[in-house]
């Protein structure tokens, strides 16, 4: 399929190491977090979401941050796999409906 | 249970024609929004449907419109094609019990405008 990185910034990793993933948001008044991932040819991914009024949320290998005061989202990734490397976004919500709006990706490539 | 499905996948089209895009949404789903994401950027959202009515728009012309059917499905239509509509579309639905926090995409219909 066609990437969806051509022109994206790009964070290289080597397989087995810990990836973090940054992000500013632009909407002081989001009150949700989402990241996404996106492989070559598919649709975005849910990875792991998080509310306005916590500043940390743990899945299986993954953690997201999120500094309110400062307008930021980390995605770290633990133990990076080849099969993480893809294209990452971070998206917000500002409550009511289920409009969601994309910051900037990163592709993440990981050398085995 | 199916996720959400797109078609076409490929569609070429010359400038000033007029396309149709399909999307079913999960099962359970009520909600549909369509995106538009150009090669290297992230996707923008056009527009969202529920209960078969346009409930939010993004910054996209009227040359974008859209349609809800009963069954939840939703059609995206775009006239008069400019060689920049070449983009991936994608559609993302989102249910009563899942609002924002499910929502879904398809894999997207990738248009070329030549």
């Known amino acids: 399929g066609e990437s969806v990185g051509l022109h994206l910034p790009t964070l290289s990793v080597q397989e087995g190491d810990n990836s973090i993933i940054n992000c500013a948001y632009s909407n002081s008044a989001s009150d949700y977090f989402i990241w996404y991932k996106q492989e070559s040819g598919k649709g975005p991914q849910f990875i792991i979401d998080?509310?306005?009024?916590?500043d940390k949320r743990q899945g299986q290998r993954v953690t997201v941050l999120l500094n309110k005061t400062v307008k930021h989202l980390s995605l770290q990734i633990a133990a990076t796999q080849p099969g993480d490397s893809a294209v990452y976004f971070c998206a917000e919500n500002t409550g009511g409906y289920q409009k969601v709006t994309f910051g900037t990706g990163t592709k993440l490539q990981v050398i085995p | 249970d199916a996720g959400v499905t797109q078609s076409p996948t490929h569609l070429i089209k010359t400038r000033g024609q007029q396309v149709t895009l399909r999307c079913s949404p999960k099962s359970g789903h009520d909600t549909v929004s369509w995106y538009q994401q150009a090669l290297g950027q992230g996707p923008q959202f056009i527009f969202q449907y529920y209960e078969e009515e346009e409930r939010q728009r993004g910054n996209f012309p009227d040359r974008f419109s859209g349609h809800q059917f009963p069954n939840y499905s939703s059609e995206l239509n775009v006239n008069a094609l400019l060689l920049g509509d070449s983009a991936l579309y994608l559609c993302?639905?989102?249910?009563?019990?899942?609002?924002?926090?499910?929502?879904?995409f398809g894999s997207g219909t990738r248009l070329t405008v030549v």
């Open positions: 993302a639905s989102s249910g009563p019990k899942d609002r924002v926090y499910g929502y879904t």
């Open positions: 998080i509310r306005s009024n916590m």
